[in-house]
Nanobody
Framework: QVQLVESGGGLVQPGGSLRLSCAISGSIFSITAMGWYRQAPGKERERVATITSGGSPIYRDSVKGRFSISRDNAKNTVYLQMNSLKPEDTAVYYC?????????WGKGTLVTVSS
């Protein structure tokens, strides 16, 4: 099993920044990908950014140039740096990992972009 705990969400004004963190614990071997998804009210969950083992990060078009995903292997933590935030970025952000036995999700952290 893998446990994921997100942190760092909150209320921010348009143009502001936030950094989300996802602490990964449990059986972390054989994780093939990790990343972030989000779900806005009334909308489907969508992939925001993913980083794979040995691969380059992948971003959805609407966040390219504004968001950056990174990982700290020593801390078993994945981050999402979000800059130039827009009201349409408002959503619950979920940490996600893929492993040989399936997908794992955190409980989510709410990001609200509003003036």
């Amino acid at each position: 099993q893998v446990q994921l705990v997100e942190s760092g969400g909150g209320l921010v004004q348009p143009g502001g920044s936030l950094r989300l963190s996802c602490a990964i614990s449990g059986s972390i071997f054989s994780i093939t990908a990790m990343g972030w998804y989000r779900q806005a009210p009334g909308k489907e969950r969508e992939r925001v950014a993913t980083i794979t083992s040995g691969g380059s990060p992948i971003y959805r078009d609407s966040v390219k140039g504004r968001f950056s995903i990174s990982r700290d292997n020593a801390k078993n933590t994945v981050y999402l740096q979000m800059n130039s935030l827009k009201p349409e970025d408002t959503a619950v952000y979920y940490c996600h990992v893929s492993r040989y036995d399936g997908d794992y999700w955190g409980k989510g952290t709410l990001v609200t972009v509003s003036s």
